[in-house]
C-alpha cells in the first residue's frame, strides 16, 4: 500500500508541473499525514493502553516512528527526483555534445559548400560567383576606377582530351591556372568559369588604349610548350576584352562583351586577342540572322548549285568540274558563300548544304551521261561532314539510290579538314578510295603541315591554291613552289590542278611547268548547268 502511495506521489511529482506546485503538494501530503498520523495513532493507543506511564512512552515511540517513516518517505520522494534531475543532466550533456558535433559539421559544410560556390575545385581559382562579386564590389567601391575584363580559352583543348583523356586534360587546366595567377600578380583576379575558360580582372586603372598591349604581352607568356604525360604540348589561347565603364557597367554586361570579343577571335583563325566594339553586336546579330535563314534554305528551294570546268591541259577538254553550292534568296538576292558558308561551319548546318550539293550533282551526272557526256564532278568536304560517325552509311544508301559509278565523284578536302582528327580522317579517306571515289586535296600549300601529310593520304589529285597562281608575272615564269609542287605530286603518282588561272600567260606558265588541269575564271566562271559551254566537254564513246 505504501509502495503504491509512493507511485503516485511520485508520478504526480514527475508531472509537468512548476517548482512552487511541487512543494505545494509535497507539503499538503505532509500535513494529510501529519494529522492522520497523531488522530488515529493516539486513538489506538487511548483503546489499547490505560496505563499513562506506558502511554507516553509509546507516545515517544509514536513520534520517533513518525519522524523515521516521514524521513523516509521525503528520501525516496527527494532520491526520485533527485535521479530524475541526474538522468535529465546526463541527457542535457549528451545532448550538448551532439549539439556542439553537429555545429562543427554544420561549421565545415558551411565551408565546403562556400568553397564550392566560390572556388573552382581543380584550380583552387575563383569561381564564377566570386568573380562576379569580386567586379560588383569593385563597382561599389570604385566606380570611376578603369577595370579591364579578359575572357579566355585555350585553343583547340579538345585535342588534349581526346587524345589523352581528361585526367591529362585537367594537368593542363592547372598548369595554365597557375601561369595565369603568376603573370596577373597582385591585385588582378584570376578565376574559372568552367572548362578551358578563364576570366582574368585587371585593376590597373589602365586607359582603355593601353590594356590591349599589356593583356597581349602577358598573354605571350602562356604561348608555349607544356609537357603533359610525357609528351609536349604547344598551346596558344584566344581572348576576348572588355572594359568598365566604356563596355559594360555590370558583370553581366561585362562578360557578355568579352564573350563576344572572344567569339571574334576564334572565328579569325584563334591565337588572338581582340578588343570589344559595339560593332560586334550588330555583327553577330547579323549572322544569327542570317544562319536562321539560312535554315530554311533548303525547304524553300532557295539554294542552287553551279558548276565550275576543270581544264585538262592535255586533251583540251573539260572532263571534271567542281560543284559549288549559291544562295539566291528571295529579298537579299544572291548572297556570296563567303558570307554563309562560314555561318554554316559554325552551326553545323554545313553538313545540310553538303548532302544537298552531292546529291544534286550525282543528279547531274546522271542527266549528263543521258546527253552523252562523260564527265565527273568534285564536291567539297568539311571537317564536319568527313568525321561525322554516319558519313559512310549514309554514303552507301545515296550512292545506291542513285545508281551511279562511284569513280566520277571526286571528294576535295581540305588539309584543315582532316588535321583536327587525322587518324580517324584516313581511315575514312581509305573507305572512301576502297569504294570507288576520287579524292583531291583543295588549297594545297596554305596548311602547315601538307608535305607531312601528302605521302599518308590516299589521294588522287592536288589542287594548288590560287595564291601561287597570283604569283605568276609572264608567260615562262617558273615558279619555283608551282613547279617543286607539281614535280613532287608526279612523283607520289598524283595528278595536279592549278587553281586561280585567270589570266593567258598563267596558262602558259603552269602547261610549261607540267600541270595536268587549270581551273579559273580564264576558262569559264561557275556557272548553271545549262549554261555551260558543253563544246569542251568530253563525249562518252556509247552515249545512251
Known amino acids: 500500500m505504501f509502495k503504491k502511495y509512493f507511485h503516485r506521489v511520485s508520478t504526480e511529482l514527475n508531472r509537468d508541473k512548476s517548482p512552487l506546485k511541487n512543494s505545494l503538494f509535497i507539503i499538503t501530503q505532509y500535513l494529510i499525514i501529519g494529522i492522520l498520523w497523531i488522530f488515529f495513532s493516539d486513538l489506538f493507543l487511548k483503546l489499547f493502553v490505560t496505563d499513562i506511564e506506558k502511554l507516553d512512552e509509546l507516545q515517544t515511540l509514536k513520534g520517533i516512528l513518525y519522524v523515521l517513516i516521514t524521513g523516509l518517505m521525503f528520501y525516496l520522494i527527494i532520491k526520485k527526483r533527485m535521479d530524475l534531475y541526474a538522468d535529465t543532466i546526463d541527457e542535457l550533456r549528451i545532448s550538448i555534445t551532439e549539439l556542439e558535433k553537429t555545429n562543427h559539421t554544420l561549421s565545415v559544410l558551411e565551408s565546403q559548400l562556400y568553397d564550392l560556390a566560390y572556388y573552382d575545385e581543380l584550380t583552387g581559382l575563383l569561381?564564377?560567383?566570386?568573380?562576379?562579386?569580386?567586379?560588383?564590389?569593385?563597382?561599389?567601391?570604385?566606380?570611376?576606377?578603369i577595370l579591364g575584363f579578359v575572357y579566355l580559352d585555350i585553343d583547340d583543348f579538345k585535342h588534349v582530351n581526346e587524345l589523352k583523356g581528361h585526367d591529362v586534360g585537367d594537368q593542363l587546366l592547372i598548369q595554365i591556372a597557375n601561369e595565369l595567377k603568376e603573370i596577373a600578380g597582385e591585385p588582378h583576379i584570376v578565376g574559372r568559369l568552367g572548362g578551358d575558360e578563364f576570366v582574368v580582372i585587371l585593376k590597373n586603372n589602365l586607359h582603355r588604349d593601353l590594356l590591349l598591349d599589356m593583356i597581349k604581352s602577358h598573354a605571350s607568356k602562356i604561348h608555349k610548350s607544356f609537357i603533359l604525360d610525357g609528351d609536349e604540348y604547344f598551346v596558344s589561347v584566344s581572348a576576348g576584352v572588355a572594359s568598365y565603364p566604356?563596355?559594360?557597367?555590370?558583370y553581366k554586361t561585362l562578360l557578355k562583351c568579352a564573350d563576344m570579343a572572344l567569339s571574334i577571335a576564334k572565328q579569325k583563325g584563334k591565337n588572338q586577342i581582340i578588343l570589344y566594339s559595339e560593332v560586334f553586336g550588330s555583327e553577330l546579330q547579323k549572322q544569327t540572322d542570317l544562319s536562321n535563314l539560312l535554315n530554311h534554305s533548303i525547304t524553300k528551294k532557295e539554294l542552287v548549285v553551279y558548276y565550275q570546268p576543270i581544264y585538262n591541259l592535255e586533251s583540251n577538254k573539260v572532263r571534271s568540274v567542281e560543284a559549288l553550292i549559291r544562295w539566291?534568296?528571295?529579298?537579299?538576292?544572291?548572297?556570296?558563300?563567303?558570307?554563309?558558308?562560314?555561318?554554316?561551319?559554325?552551326?553545323?548546318?554545313?553538313?545540310?548544304?553538303?548532302?544537298?550539293?552531292?546529291?544534286?550533282?550525282?543528279?547531274?551526272?546522271?542527266?549528263?551521261?543521258?546527253?552523252?557526256?562523260?564527265?565527273m564532278i568534285s564536291v567539297n568536304l568539311s571537317a564536319r561532314v568527313l568525321n561525322d560517325a554516319s558519313f559512310l552509311s549514309k554514303?552507301?544508301?545515296v550512292v545506291a539510290e542513285h545508281k551511279i559509278l562511284t569513280h566520277k565523284c571526286i571528294?576535295?578536302?581540305?588539309?584543315s579538314s582532316i588535321l583536327e582528327h587525322i587518324e580517324e580522317s584516313i581511315i575514312t579517306l581509305n573507305e572512301l578510295r576502297a569504294m570507288g571515289f576520287k579524292l583531291s586535296l583543295d588549297d594545297f600549300g596554305t596548311g602547315y603541315s601538307s608535305l607531312t601529310y601528302l605521302q599518308r593520304l590516299p589521294l588522287h589529285?592536288?589542287?594548288?591554291?590560287?595564291?601561287?597562281t597570283r604569283q605568276v608575272k609572264f608567260d615562262n615564269d617558273q615558279n619555283p613552289l608551282i613547279k617543286y609542287t607539281i614535280e613532287l605530286a608526279h612523283a607520289l603518282g598524283l595528278k595536279v590542278v592549278v587553281e586561280g588561272v585567270e589570266e593567258v600567260y598563267q596558262l602558259k606558265a603552269v602547261k610549261s611547268?607540267?600541270?595536268?588541269?587549270?581551273?579559273?575564271?580564264?576558262?569559264?566562271?561557275?556557272?548553271?548547268?545549262?549554261?555551260?559551254d558543253k563544246t569542251l566537254f568530253k563525249k562518252t564513246e556509247n552515249p545512251s
Do not use: C
Request: charged letters at 30%; hydrophobic letters at 40%; zero cysteines.
Open 127 to 145: 569561381s564564377r560567383n566570386m568573380i562576379a562579386r569580386k567586379v560588383l564590389e569593385h563597382i561599389e567601391h570604385s566606380p570611376n576606377d
Open 246 to 250: 566604356h563596355d559594360g557597367k555590370d
Open 328 to 375: 539566291n534568296h528571295p529579298t537579299r538576292g544572291l548572297i556570296p558563300p563567303m558570307e554563309f558558308i562560314p555561318v554554316a561551319e559554325r552551326t553545323g548546318f554545313i553538313k545540310d548544304l553538303t548532302w544537298f550539293v552531292l546529291k544534286e550533282s550525282l543528279s547531274q551526272i546522271i542527266a549528263w551521261e543521258k546527253e552523252g557526256y562523260d564527265m
Open 395 to 397: 554514303l552507301k544508301r
Open 411 to 415: 571528294f576535295e578536302i581540305t588539309e
Open 461 to 468: 589529285v592536288v589542287k594548288i591554291d590560287r595564291g601561287f
Open 513 to 532: 611547268m607540267n600541270a595536268d588541269f587549270i581551273q579559273g575564271y580564264h576558262i569559264a566562271r561557275p556557272s548553271l548547268p545549262d549554261e555551260l
